[in-house]
């Protein structure tokens, strides 16, 4: 009987859940494996095992110990990470909030892929540091964080539940204590049918055996002995894979390169400690008296036979005569009724075996990086046979494409190249990551109603959009289908690929359906081959220059330059500026025509207040109309080399300040970046000349004696070994009279031991509670009144996420202390700003988080900056 479209849909969503790499396993090539590869591989058919790591953030993983369990253990072995990181800081450029999140998540997707786990999260927002518990589950929804982890744990069917953190102060972090918190109730919500019924018309009950804290010395008290603690060497060697998972671990860690953990491998024993949280308590074993056989699956038993025979007969000069043996496993696969988790990730798994035994390299190259939903693609798809295994391409498929039947023989090592033109629907969502698409508030990311669109070979179309209102008039569907597939999203470290090409392929008489993701490929002279996410954008992007915020502390006007992006060809209409009452944009409206696609005009409006303008922050949006639709997001692209090219599309929206603020004698300023920040933007918005310091040729006395103040980017000195050497001079220039402004430097990893004119110690003080009263400790200090008297207010209204970090905790008695605030139930502290007199001039060190509320647009972060920079006449 042929399959209906709704049951095709669920069971094909089914697969999909349980594998999600089927389609977010993008912009790489295509994996090769070497024979000792597939040999681990065939190894982890056997073992019918599962196991789940539980933290806060991306990087809070042990990546040793994932790396042992998936690699050694050879465990179905997966991190949730509660959070996506948006609230870090970033080392590597100058995304925050949503950008940095981004890159994080797949940070963490890269670590996946060399340490062999896989990848969770909930729809919890990092929004900063929290210091309890109590105040994160004040800002998280937490009954929908622990829906998510239950979710994703009767997804998985972990046996065992590992934390990194303890539920409590040692933790430190309030979300590191949050996880722990959640993973316990979560351990007993997950076998509960009372808890999150509406999950279990998708997925069952289950009960992890146990739960443990992976704990170590840095959470024991001091002199405290490990030996009462379960434990376990993770620190051995895997000959197949030719690495200790030590040195697996360090490549891992190493890709959260955002956060500055790059990591040196280790090599010998690594003890790992585990204390009993909840559960059957494990005597010797984390794994004790759990059967990770084939017998626990009701009919499996074969199966263990059928893939012990295949190990057996394992020619690692020839994987290719193990593909007969992996053709009977899949077959007598579809026998066995019971646990369909375990039965459809060993399907998946040997059909990639399969793939890999024969060398077979099937990739789809669509023919630009970027397309526009109901606009002509054109797709090749390469497939080929690197065996001497018969075998036939049957079919291929893509979303409207009519199915193409070739029955085309796959000869060895003679490609058969297939081009194709197909298209996406006309309602097909933006490639915006899916958590990113509705407003978040600011603990919790919203998940949009979803449906799907692919076509399958002989299963007809399952439709795929974020719009339901689009395919309501689709046979079959309900608003129980649609909820069905938005139930599937949650957890999901990405989206799925914008367009994937199925391939049939019969080998050895039986027909595998390869479900193929469609990227773009370019050769860079420097890096050579690459391969990038297929990206779907609107017909016109509207872009206003990124983290920056309009200031004006006075009538005269300024330039808004908006610049268009063609998605399309072809693409006219008119942009406008969308200004607040009391403001006044000129032209107000301009027409424009991009005739080909990927071209780009930009148009420059004048923008001034009016007399009857606010003080204070409003917003301005750029809008483009084309016929009747309008336009208002523009696209970022995210491009590093450790990740693959992420594309956003962000509205098209700036900051609009109008306030009084006044600037002294400083006129010239000379920056110098460090990890990367939009300060200088916000300080020619306030009217200073900037020129950007180059650290090789410009910190010398001749060239810093140009300007009258200096500041230092976010993390200098954890990230400029020039500063070592150069140090001197700045000093110097501060001496002669200058005013030099460091922000803040994370307290571990300096390049110098001291990095101001006397002593100071940093620390890893913050206050986290943005508009937490401030106190002025010396109300008659020059940086609260010269050029601008400044009041408490200026330090809080309006901030965002966290008042300041990384304050010193001690300083010599040179250092002036300016102003005090603290966290609820904390003690003041004072070093938010130090000033120091140096010879004729002034070192300022602020621990402010100016550069994340000068690109917010918050007023009396401005009035702060330009007090700061401040030469006092030099």
């Keep these: 009987m042929p399959l209906s479209l709704r049951t095709t849909a669920r069971l094909l969503l089914a697969l999909l859940t349980v594998h999600y790499s089927l389609l977010t396993a993008q912009a790489q090539a295509p994996k090769t494996y070497t024979s000792s590869e597939i040999l681990l591989g065939l190894k982890k058919l056997n073992v019918v095992g599962s196991v789940m790591y539980i933290a806060a953030h991306p990087d809070d993983e042990n990546t040793r110990l994932l790396a042992y369990l998936a690699n050694g253990r050879l465990l179905e072995t997966s991190y949730f990470s509660c959070t996506r990181g948006d609230g870090g800081q970033d080392l590597i450029g100058p995304e925050l909030r949503e950008q940095l ?34 105040e994160t589950f004040t800002i998280w929804d937490k009954e929908q964080v622990l829906s998510d982890m239950v979710w994703v744990i009767r997804q998985r069917r972990p046996d065992v539940l590992i934390t990194r953190f303890p539920p409590d102060a040692r933790a430190g972090h309030g979300h590191h204590q949050a996880s722990a918190i959640l993973a316990a109730e979560a351990f007993d919500a997950a076998g509960d049918p009372k ?16 739960l443990y804290w992976n704990t170590g010395s840095y959470f024991v008290k001091p002199g405290e002995k490990m030996d009462g603690y379960l434990q376990l060497d993770a620190g051995g060697y895997n000959p197949l894979l030719g690495q200790s998972y030590g040195e697996i671990a360090a490549r891992s860690r190493s890709q959260h390169r955002s956060q500055g953990f790059g990591a040196a491998a280790q090599r010998g024993e690594a003890i790992e400690y ?20 084939w017998n626990r699956v009701p009919g499996g038993a074969a199966i263990g036979k059928m893939v012990d025979e295949v190990i057996r007969k394992y020619d690692a000069s020839n994987p290719s005569a193990s593909v007969a043996g992996l053709v009977q496993i899949q077959s007598a696969l579809l026998n066995v009724k019971g646990s369909p988790f375990w039965v459809e990730k060993t399907s998946y798994e ?28 054109n797709v090749s798809v390469t497939v080929l046979n690197r065996s001497k295994t018969p075998m036939v391409l049957d079919e291929l498929a893509a979303y409207v494409l009519t199915d193409t039947v070739l029955n085309k023989p796959l000869l060895s090592q003679m490609p058969a190249v297939i081009n194709l033109k197909t298209k996406l629907p006309a309602q097909t969502s933006l490639t915006q990551p899916y958590w990113l698409i509705k407003p978040a508030s600011v603990g919790m ?42 139930q599937q999203i949650i957890g999901k470290p990405e989206n799925d690929a914008a367009l994937a090409i199925t391939c049939l392929i019969s080998i050895n008489g039986r027909k595998n359906a390869f479900l193929i993701p469609v990227q773009y490929k370019h050769t860079d002279p420097v890096l050579g081959e690459l391969y990038q996410p297929l990206a779907v954008v609107p017909p016109v992007m509207v872009n206003i220059p990124a983290a920056r915020a309009y200031v004006f502390a006075d009538q005269q006007p300024k330039q808004v330059p908006v610049t268009l992006r063609a998605g399309q060809a072809g693409v ?102 460090g990890a990367g920040d939009e300060v200088p933007e916000a300080l020619r918005q306030l009217g200073y000349t900037v020129s950007l310091l180059d650290p090789a040729t410009d910190l010398t006395a001749d060239r810093l004696a140009r300007y009258d103040a200096v500041v230092l980017g976010v993390r200098a000195y954890n990230v400029l070994d020039r500063l070592k050497t150069q140090q001197p001079a700045l000093l110097k220039y501060v001496e002669n009279g200058g005013t030099m402004l460091v922000q803040y ?60 970090l990384y304050y010193p905790s001690s300083w010599d008695a040179h250092y002036q202390p300016v102003i005090a605030s603290h966290d609820p139930g904390e003690t003041d502290k004072q070093s938010a700003i130090l000033v120091a007199p140096y010879g004729k001039g002034r070192y300022i060190y602020t621990g402010l988080s100016l550069f994340r509320e000068l690109p917010a647009g918050v007023p009396g972060a401005f009035r702060v900056l330009a007090n700061l920079v401040e030469s006092g006449g030099k």
Excluded: C
């Excluded at 808890?195 to 146990?210: A, G, H, I, S, T």
């Excluded at 585990?274 to 056989?293: R, S, W």
């Excluded at 990639?352 to 109901?374: F, K, V, Y």
């Excluded at 008659?780 to 601008?788: D, H, I, K, M, Y």
């Design 274 to 293: 585990f204390q009993f949280v909840k559960g059957t308590p494990a005597k010797t074993d984390l794994f004790e008296g759990i059967d990770q056989t």
């Design 101 to 134: 999140g981004v890159i994080r998540t797949q940070e963490l997707l890269a670590a996946r892929r060399i340490d062999g786990a896989h990848q969770y999260f909930s729809r919890a927002n990092d929004f900063g540091f929290s210091k309890t518990s109590a």
């Design 350 to 377: 040997t059909q990639n075996l399969i793939q890999a035994s024969l060398g077979l390299h099937i990739e789809a190259i669509a023919s630009s990086a970027t397309i526009t939903a109901g606009q002509p693609l």
């Design 745 to 804: 430097v994370v307290n571990r990893g300096t390049v110098l031991p001291q990095i101001g004119p006397y002593p100071l110690t940093l620390s890893a003080d913050r206050v986290t509670v943005e508009n937490t009263p401030v106190t002025f400790l010396t109300p008659s200090a020059s940086v609260l009144n010269t050029p601008n008297k400044l009041t408490p207010a200026d330090f809080a209204t309006g901030w965002v996420q966290e008042q300041g």
């Design 445 to 486: 990311y919203q998940v949009p109603d979803t449906v799907f669109d692919f076509k399958v070979p002989g299963k007809g179309i399952i439709t795929y959009n974020y719009n339901p209102q689009a395919n309501a008039s689709l046979p079959e569907r309900t608003g129980a289908d649609i909820y069905t597939i938005r």
């Design 195 to 210: 808890r999150f019924p509406e999950q279990l018309n998708y997925v069952q009950v289950w009960q992890p055996k146990r």
């Design 572 to 673: 006219a209409g008119s942009l406008a500026l969308q200004v607040p009452s009391g403001w006044q944009a000129e032209p107000a409206t301009v027409a424009f025509t991009l005739k080909n696609k990927d071209d780009e005009q930009t148009v420059n409006f004048t923008l001034r207040p009016l007399a009857g303008a606010a003080e204070g922050k409003a917003d301005l949006r750029a809008v483009a109309t084309v016929g009747t639709e309008k336009y208002s997001r523009g696209i970022q692209q995210i491009i590093y080399p450790h990740i693959p090219t992420q594309t956003l599309f962000l509205e098209a929206t700036a900051p609009l300040v109008k306030l009084n603020v006044a600037r002294g004698h400083t006129k010239t300023i000379g920056y110098l970046m």
